[in-house]
C-alpha cells in the first residue's frame, strides 16, 4: 500500500466557473488548445492540438478508441396516458432485450409499454419494460421491423452529457472520425481532436496507428459518492483488442517505442489487459472496472492525450496517478486562467514523461 491509499474525495477537487464548460464542438476539430504536460517535472507549456505531431516520435504507438456512440436516448409514448417517455439505451443484455433508463421511472412498471415514432397509432418501435433492476434501471423488450441500428439511426438522438445545454446540430461531431463499432453510450472525447488529415501526418511520421474498442458507459459520468476513494465501485465496460492491434503494439514495444493512449478509454483498456497478463499484451476482451488511482502500478501506457476532467471525478483521480496530485492540480489550475474549454467538447492534454 501507498501513501496514495490514503487520499480522500476533496483531495480531487477544483474551482471550475461554469463558462469554461464547452457547449458546442470547434469548427476545426483539431485547433483546439493542447496543454503539454510532463508528468514528472510538473512543467507544462500551451500549444494547439495539431502541435501533437511535433511530440509523437517515429516508432511510436497511436492508440485509438474505434466505439462508436449510439443515438442512445429515445422519446416515446405511453399508450395507456398519452405521456411521453424518455428511454436511454445503457448496453444490449441480450437479442432485443436492453439495459435502460426510463424516466418518469415511477410510471415504467414491469409490463407496461412505450412506442416511439411520429403517430403512436402506427409505432415504428414498441418497448416493453420487462424487469426492474435495483440501481432503478429497467429491461427493456423491442419488438420493430427490420433492423434495429436502423431504426435506432431513425429514432434516436446522441446522448450528450448532462453538463451540456446546447442542442448539437451535427451528430457526427459527437463521434470521433475513426469511429466504427457500435456499442458506446457517450464519446471518447480525447478522440474528438483528431482529423483524418492530422492522422495521416502522425502514420507519414512512422507511428503506428493501433486501434481497439471499449463501449463508453453512463457510469464514466456518474459521481464519486465515498469521502475515502477506496469505497468507491466503479462501472463495467466492454473492451476487445485484437490479435493484429496486440501484435503491433508488442512490435512497437520490443523495439523501443511508446505506447501512446488517446483517452482515459484506451488507457483503461490497455492497463486491463496489461495487468491481467503481467505487464504484456495479449489479444483479449471483456468486462473491465478497473479503478486507476494514485499508487496505481503503470503497466503499458507511456504518455496519453486527455481532455479535462469533472472535479472529484475518477478521471481527474486517473491522470492523477501517472502524473502525481500536485502536477495535474497545478495544471488544472493554469488551464483555468488561461480560460481553457472543459469537458467533452473542451481542450486537450498532452501528458508525457
Known amino acids: 500500500m501507498t501513501e496514495a491509499a490514503h487520499y480522500q474525495l ?9 463558462e469554461l464548460i464547452a457547449q458546442t464542438p470547434l469548427k ?4 483546439s488548445r493542447l496543454l503539454v504536460l510532463n508528468a514528472e517535472t ?10 501533437i505531431l511535433s511530440y509523437l516520435n517515429p516508432g511510436d504507438a497511436l492508440v485509438m478508441n474505434n466505439s462508436r456512440v449510439l443515438p442512445a436516448r429515445l422519446h416515446g ?56 433492476l435495483d440501481h432503478g434501471g429497467r429491461y427493456i423488450q423491442f419488438d420493430y421491423q427490420g433492423i434495429f441500428m436502423e431504426r435506432l439511426e431513425q429514432l434516436g438522438e446522441m446522448p450528450l452529457p448532462p453538463y451540456i445545454k446546447e442542442k448539437l446540430e451535427d451528430q457526427e461531431r459527437y463521434q470521433t472520425v475513426y469511429s ?6 457517450a464519446a471518447p472525447t480525447a478522440g474528438l481532436h483528431w482529423t483524418p488529415e492530422l492522422l495521416q501526418k502522425v502514420a507519414d511520421k512512422g507511428v503506428e496507428l493501433v486501434e481497439l474498442t471499449l463501449h463508453v458507459g453512463l457510469g464514466t459520468f456518474r459521481p464519486v459518492d465515498e469521502e475515502n476513494i477506496e469505497d468507491h465501485k466503479m462501472h463495467s465496460e466492454f473492451y476487445q483488442l485484437s490479435e493484429e492491434a496486440a501484435a503491433k503494439l ?6 523501443g517505442g511508446r505506447v501512446v493512449a488517446t483517452g482515459t478509454t484506451s488507457i483503461r483498456t490497455l492497463e486491463t489487459i ?40 475518477t478521471l481527474v483521480m486517473l491522470v492523477a496517478a501517472f502524473t502525481g496530485r500536485e502536477n495535474i492540480l497545478n495544471a488544472y489550475q493554469h488551464a ?18
Do not use: C
Not at 476545426?28 to 485547433?31: A, F, L, P, V, Y
Open 10 to 18: 476533496s483531495d480531487f477537487d477544483y474551482d471550475l466557473p461554469e
Open 28 to 31: 476545426d476539430r483539431s485547433s
Open 42 to 51: 510538473g512543467a507544462y507549456e500551451d500549444k494547439h492540438f495539431y502541435d
Open 77 to 132: 409514448v405511453r399508450p395507456s396516458t398519452g405521456g411521453h417517455a424518455e428511454v436511454l439505451l445503457l448496453r444490449q443484455d441480450h437479442d432485443d432485450v436492453w439495459e435502460v433508463l426510463v424516466k418518469p421511472a415511477k410510471k415504467s412498471p414491469v409490463g407496461s409499454t412505450i412506442v416511439f415514432g411520429d403517430d403512436p397509432e402506427k409505432p415504428v418501435m414498441t418497448g416493453t419494460i420487462v424487469k426492474e
Open 180 to 185: 466504427k463499432v457500435d456499442g458506446s453510450a
Open 250 to 255: 508488442n512490435k512497437v514495444r520490443k523495439n
Open 274 to 313: 496489461g495487468t491481467k497478463f503481467q505487464g504484456e499484451l495479449k489479444a483479449d476482451s471483456g468486462w473491465t472496472d478497473i479503478f486507476i488511482k494514485p499508487g496505481y502500478d503503470w503497466q503499458i501506457v507511456d504518455a496519453f492525450i486527455t481532455n479535462f476532467h469533472l472535479p472529484k471525478s
Open 336 to 353: 483555468v486562467a488561461e480560460k481553457y474549454r472543459f469537458f467533452s467538447f473542451g481542450d486537450a492534454m498532452f501528458v508525457h514523461k
